[in-house]
């Protein structure tokens, strides 16, 4: 079966335990402060105070908040892939595989606190002249396209179809956003049914396809 592969480094061996449950914490309030507010806006005064940690430990465990950003990048990635991915292996059926991720979306934005995808957000507070930073956001991106491409080909259609519905997927979620709706998923979903259906092999006689007669 398909699955996302999570990303992200791993900790060193010799890290000790104390370390490691004070980095969680600290990339645990940081994820929230920067998903809620943007990460321009969050310092390490702001993580020092709400994560309890010394200033000078903070900076031990983070030599720079960019050390933190790429970290909780890293950690929103490992999320999306398992709700996705969990979503999705809720069912055998190929077609329904693919529109899962639709379904997992609906689910998404209905949840509390709710502002759109922490990636798009992020490139918007980066742009393209932080390198490392973007490039964790344009993987994960690759990353979702390219797990499409897998359910795609599991059920039988063209690799075009993934960028298609990848296009869907981003589209509802930057609308949900602005309109605090869970509407844009349903939208998407049902026009994903209609790319699958028109993808999906012995579907040649879909209207779809049909060339008009002059």
């Known amino acids: 079966m398909s699955a996302m592969k999570g990303a992200g480094p791993a900790r060193p061996a010799a890290e000790r335990p104390d370390d490691a449950a004070s980095k969680d914490l600290v990339l645990a309030v940081a994820g929230k402060l920067f998903y809620a507010r943007g990460f321009t806006s969050v310092g390490m005064d702001e993580l020092r105070t709400e994560s309890g ?6 900076y031990r465990l983070f030599p720079s908040k960019e050390v933190i ?10 999320m ?56 964790i956001i344009r993987q994960q ?4 396209q390219g797990y499409l491409a897998q359910l795609a080909d599991e059920a039988g259609a063209p690799a075009s179809l993934a960028p298609q519905l990848a296009i869907l997927a981003e589209g509802a979620i930057t609308t949900a956003a602005i309109a ?3 509407e844009p998923a349903r939208q998407a979903r049902a026009a ?9 092999p012995g579907n040649l006689d879909h209207p ?4 008009p007669t002059s």
């Open 141 to 144: 991106k690759r990353q979702f």
């Open 180 to 182: 605090a709706s869970d």
């Open 53 to 58: 940690i010394p200033l000078k430990r903070l």
């Open 69 to 78: 950003i790429k970290e909780v990048l890293f950690g929103w990635q490992r």
């Open 80 to 135: 999306w892939t398992e709700g996705v991915t969990a979503q999705v292996e809720s069912t055998q059926v190929p077609r329904e595989r693919l529109l899962a991720v639709y379904d997992f979306l609906a689910a998404w934005f209905t949840s509390e606190g709710f502002r759109g995808c922490a990636f798009i957000n992020s490139f918007g507070e980066a742009g393209g002249a932080s390198g490392d930073i973007t490039e």
């Open 192 to 200: 994903a049914e209609i790319l699958i259906d028109v993808a999906l």
């Open 208 to 211: 779809l396809h049909q060339r």
